[in-house]
């Protein structure tokens, strides 16, 4: 039958069997979900498949409650949007964030085969079990269930499992389409739980994040001819250390960032550095750092990256304001030429921008009251990593608030596992905040 039932609360609990059926066949298909272009570019579809098997007994056209459209904007690469509707119910409560790609593994550095899923008594291990198709199965059983007893809620409830977050080289292809083509204006009316953080407590703060490079141009020489030489290591580590010290002074520690518990303030540090190659007793023509920005997000990146590059442009005009290792260490040579050294820099690709949360919403307090209801507990914290697109969401006008049920410390990480135990307490969380939202 198609009757709605008025229910006191709905207590959803994990259907583990269920659970553990969809996630290990999405697992199975991580090889071609990784997203490191252009080595891995992700077929969502090949998740999305088996979505749709699970679901499509419950949807519209065969007679069930769930509206379900697989959007793709790229062949292939599709987002699924689900949606749980009752008659006569205003306002929503969405889930979005969610998504089908993973990070690469690499299977010699696991223990275990990273792309089939290994249950280990409370482990399940496999790549993306944690981030994120874990929360993926966890929001399909939350759907099914739904469909399966049709309750009668104040609110539409809406997940949007999405297509390339891990990775922005290829542009519109996931959320920033859907966003963009108005497919999640259907959101507005309630709050977005963002669901692709870890630990079980809210996530109310994000940095955002510049991934740059910096370059010198020196004079290749002989090392036992310094004099004629612009080493270029000594001059792009010179620059580096200016900039991260201006960087420091510039974007201190903000007193915001106590109220939302920022575990760290902004940094800026070099995560790599390469050379032209040559041999040992060569000074090398050109080097580069690369290294990131996360700024938190009382702070705004673009003005950031407008210093930093301020900063290089002075230098160009002016080496002789960084230090020089000895005395035969310096940025021009004078002689029959006159060589200068030359310093560039640039952003490797978008900068990702932060986000504060409201915490005075609605939409919190309920996930907040649920957490502690639940695990006894709730610890809400911020970070410095970074999330594509919630931004976007929060200045289109959205309440994001952001939570996730693995294990941050196998983020991205070998032998990524997620646990049993956390998402049934996971779904009794999400339950209840939904109840929460039908009193």
């Not at 496999?126 to 198709?133: E, F, Q, S």
């Not at 104040?154 to 389409?177: H, K, L, Q, S, Y």
């Not at 070998?414 to 939904?434: F, G, T």
Request: hydrophobic share 35%; charged share 25%.
């Amino acid at each position: 039958g198609c009757e709605y039932k008025v229910m006191a609360a709905l207590d959803l609990q994990l259907n583990c069997n269920r659970f553990i059926d969809i996630l290990g066949k999405l697992i199975g298909e991580t090889q071609y979900l990784q997203n490191n272009p252009f080595k891995f570019i992700p077929q969502e579809d090949r998740a999305i498949k088996h979505l749709l098997e699970a679901l499509k007994p419950y949807s519209t056209e065969n007679g069930g409650p769930l509206i379900i459209e697989h959007v793709a904007y790229v062949e292939g690469r599709g987002n699924l949007i689900l949606g749980y509707k009752s008659p006569g119910a205003n306002g929503t409560v969405g889930f979005v964030g969610s998504h089908l790609d993973c990070v690469p593994a690499n299977p010699e550095t696991w223990e275990r085969d990273p792309f089939k899923l290994t249950v280990e008594g409370d482990k399940l291990y496999g790549r993306g079990t944690t981030d994120c198709l874990g929360h993926v199965a966890l929001l399909t059983d939350l759907f099914i269930q739904l469909a399966e007893r049709r309750p009668q809620l104040r609110r539409d409830i809406w997940a949007v499992f999405i297509a390339c977050e891990e990775n922005g080289t290829i542009p519109n292809v996931g959320v920033d389409m859907l966003l963009k083509n108005g497919k999640l204006d259907i959101l507005k009316n309630g709050p977005i739980y963002w669901i692709d953080s870890a630990d079980m407590d809210p996530c109310i703060g994000t940095a955002s994040a510049a991934m740059w490079t910096l370059r010198a141009e020196g004079r290749l020489f002989h090392s036992g001819l310094p004099h004629k030489a612009i080493n270029s290591l000594e001059l792009v580590m010179e620059t580096c250390s200016y900039l991260q010290n201006k960087f420091y002074e510039d974007f201190p520690p903000h007193p915001s960032e106590d109220e939302y518990k920022f575990l760290t303030p902004s940094t800026m540090k070099p995560t790599q550095i390469c050379c032209a190659e040559g041999s040992v007793n060569q000074i090398p023509p050109w080097a580069e750092i690369k290294g990131d920005i996360r700024l938190t997000p009382f702070y705004d990146i673009e003005q950031c990256v407008g210093k930093m590059t301020e900063y290089v442009k002075q230098l160009n005009e002016d080496l002789s304001i960084l230090p020089t290792r000895g005395p035969c260490s310096r940025y021009t040579v004078t002689g029959e030429e006159t060589f200068t050294g030359k310093l560039e820099f640039k952003l490797n690709q978008e900068t990702f921008e932060g986000i504060a949360c409201d915490i005075k919403s609605t939409g919190f307090k309920h996930l907040h009251n649920a957490t502690i209801e639940v695990i006894g507990a709730s610890n809400p914290y911020s970070d410095c990593g970074s999330l594509p697109l919630v931004s976007d969401l929060q200045k289109a006008g959205f309440d994001v608030q952001i939570t996730g049920y693995g294990h941050s410390d196998v983020y991205h990480g070998d032998n990524e596992y997620c646990s049993l135990s956390c998402m049934q307490d996971a779904m009794k969380i999400l339950s209840r905040v939904l109840d929460k939202f039908n009193d």
